[in-house]
């Protein structure tokens, strides 16, 4: 079986711009996947996506769209559909002016282009905002206008950088439905930037995570979010328990489960081991059927939203990820001890960067 | 003893509010002071001058031929300033570079040359210098009508940079970028998008540059003289007539000038236009 070839990669890509840099940067996405490239600010990943549009030439390195060397291609020659963080839609045009721009560079007959402009402002439910001008739009309406102007070109990739950090939640969720939509019937292959988690869960299925103008993991969003690969990764993705292996080594109840991993270093130094706080496992009567169970006192308990995020003191600090519902079940209350429990595919080792 | 060294918090919010009102009053006045001088100065000679007076300045053979040869040589100096002002200010807006600062600071010279020293250095150039080889091309600019140009651009050209410059400056440079990545060439995306957008900032630098061009008096004297029917334009005018002891018909031509600046003035403000007027 043949491999579909990538649809964008770039090799050791290198370039300094300002105060931000891109450091040896190797990237494959394959074909109809999407992948968001997570990082702090300043972490390179505009300058990256930015590069891939054409908008810098790199230093060295190369970027190819579709297995085609385009690192010397200016941005109107790489069929790229790119979407700023600003959206910057032309103030001085209405919106359908807006979607119809890249048509008409492209030369599209007029009577084509109305229709085309029509069909996709219907698409993403901006019909009735086409006579409209760009400074008269809510940040979700927008939005969906700079979507419509990259997409309308029928591109097969397109570049988002931060889209949705000009809307409130509940339009974020609507253009999320709708991206989800469009990305599975337009079968696009999308490099989305962000640094926020719940966009990236809920559109990703690869994820890159960026710091210090390098690249530092990618992969399928599951594996990068549950077993990142570097200490630094782990704790840009929210790993609550990233600890030092050394002090692990040296905790009595944890050292048998570390024995077992195939993937023990010699000596502790160096490295640090992530535990998901999703699988600490916590009981009131010590049955959690684990391999490394100990007893601990929950020192404080914080509402994160979605689950409880429970503070141990099990020798070493950890942190346990629970559900409403279970902490209701377990009555648990700062200051309550409690029996932990912990199975080897809850810990995975990492280098300390 | 102590009690009576530390203020008490209602006193210092007195101290406080009286300050604050000593400081707006402060600003007020300096303000109610420029515009009574600019008012004193523009009613003083709208009195002086008679309408006899008015009319001659504006209506006398030499004062229409220093208009018309005013108005022609504004508009071509304005034309070309800008020609030459809108790709330089779009390289300068555009790029970051090492040399942006000496180059801005030498087009800012002849801004804060004195007008005199301007006229000379044009002189020593196409006069000493360059004037030989330029007349055996047949082209020869001290004491001509098109030396009054070549004055007045070297003068003014820095205002037309400098207005072109804020027009794009005020453009989202991710805008021709987007326009890029749609398909645009560069060329294109200036065309359509950054021309659209500073279309109103350049005519008010056009504007700007031509009321500046309009009141040029130092260079164009000195590099082009004052000969009547010949290189005389209306600032040179109102000085001939001023010299000669004709002070009613020098204020006519003085106030026929701030008409046309106070025109210009208001065009420039209606469209929104920045540079080095603020």
């Known amino acids: 079986m043949v491999e579909p070839a990538a649809m964008v990669s770039v090799t050791n890509l290198r370039l300094h711009v300002g105060s931000f840099s891109l450091h040896d940067v190797s990237l494959t996405v394959p074909p109809g996947e999407y992948l968001c490239i997570v990082g702090p600010t300043g972490s390179g990943k505009t300058l990256l996506l930015e590069t891939i549009a054409g908008l810098h030439h790199p230093e060295s390195g190369r970027v190819l769209v579709g297995g085609v060397d385009v690192t010397s291609s200016p941005p109107q020659a790489r ?92 339009t974020r969720r609507g253009i999320i439905a709708d991206l989800r939509r469009l990305v599975a019937e337009l079968g696009l292959t999308v490099l989305h930037v962000t640094h926020d988690f719940q966009e990236t869960h809920a559109l990703a299925s690869w994820v890159g995570v960026m710091h210090g103008g390098r690249l530092l993991q990618v992969g399928p969003l599951e594996e990068v979010f549950l077993r990142p690969a570097s200490r630094r990764a782990a704790e840009f993705t929210g790993m609550a328990n990233v600890l030092p292996l050394s002090r692990l080594l040296d905790t009595p109840w944890l050292r048998p489960l570390l024995d077992r991993l195939h993937d023990l270093p010699p000596h502790g130094d160096g490295y640090a081991v992530c535990i998901r706080p999703d699988a600490v496992a916590i009981s009131r009567d010590g049955d959690l059927g684990a391999e490394a169970t100990v007893t601990a006192e929950v020192s404080q308990m914080r509402w994160e939203g979605l689950a409880y995020e429970v503070e141990l003191d099990a020798g070493v600090p950890l942190v346990a990820a629970l559900t409403a519902r279970e902490v209701a079940r377990l009555g648990l209350r700062a200051g309550d001890r409690v029996q932990i429990g912990l199975s080897q595919d809850a810990v995975h080792v990492v280098p300390g960067d | 003893m102590q009690d009576a060294l530390v203020t008490s918090p209602t006193s210092r919010v007195r101290r ?263």
């Not at chain 2, 804060?112 to 020593?124: D, F, H």
């Not at chain 2, 109102?238 to 002070?247: E, Q």
């Open chain 1, 79 to 170: 069929g790229l559909g790119y979407v700023p963080q600003d959206y910057a839609l032309f103030p001085h045009m209405s919106v359908s002016d807006n979607i119809a721009y890249g048509l008409v560079e492209r030369g599209v007959a007029r009577t084509e282009r109305l229709e085309r402009v029509q069909g996709m402002a219907e698409w993403l439910g901006i019909l009735h905002l086409l006579e409209r001008r760009p400074g008269t739009l809510s940040g979700g309406e927008r939005q969906r206008v700079a979507l419509a102007r990259a997409l309308v070109l029928q591109c097969q990739i397109l570049l988002l950088d931060e889209p949705f950090s000009a809307v409130d939640q509940l």
């Open chain 2, 16 to 278: 406080g509010q009286a300050t604050a009102a000593v400081f707006h009053a402060g600003g007020v006045a300096a303000l109610w002071f420029q515009v009574i001088f600019v008012l004193a100065v523009v009613i003083g000679l709208v009195v002086f001058t008679d309408r006899r007076s008015l009319l001659e300045a504006i209506l006398a053979p030499e004062s229409r031929h220093a208009t018309r040869l005013t108005l022609l040589t504004v508009s071509i100096t304005t034309a070309l300033s800008m020609l030459l002002a809108i790709p330089a200010a779009y390289a300068l807006s555009q790029r970051q570079t090492r040399l942006n600062f000496l180059v801005d600071t030498l087009l800012d010279l002849p801004i804060v040359m004195p007008p005199i020293a301007a006229g000379l250095a044009l002189l020593i150039l196409f006069g000493y210098y360059l004037g030989d080889p330029m007349q055996k091309l047949g082209i020869y600019l001290p004491y001509t009508k098109a030396g009054i140009v070549v004055a007045q651009f070297f003068t003014t050209m820095t205002f037309a940079l400098r207005s072109a410059k804020a027009a794009f400056d005020s453009v989202n440079p991710r805008l021709p970028a987007v326009a890029r990545t749609l398909g645009s060439s560069d060329w294109r995306a200036f065309r359509r998008v950054v021309l659209p957008l500073a279309h109103n900032g350049l005519v008010a630098g056009a504007v700007l540059t031509w009321a500046r061009c309009m009141g040029l008096f130092g260079p164009v004297v000195m590099f082009c003289g004052a000969t009547e029917y010949r290189t005389v334009i209306l600032p040179t005018a109102i000085y001939l007539k001023n010299s000669v002891g004709d002070l009613e018909v020098a204020a006519g031509g003085t106030l026929f000038l701030m008409a046309i600046a106070l025109v210009t003035l208001i065009v420039f403000k209606r469209l929104g236009g920045r540079g080095y007027l603020w």
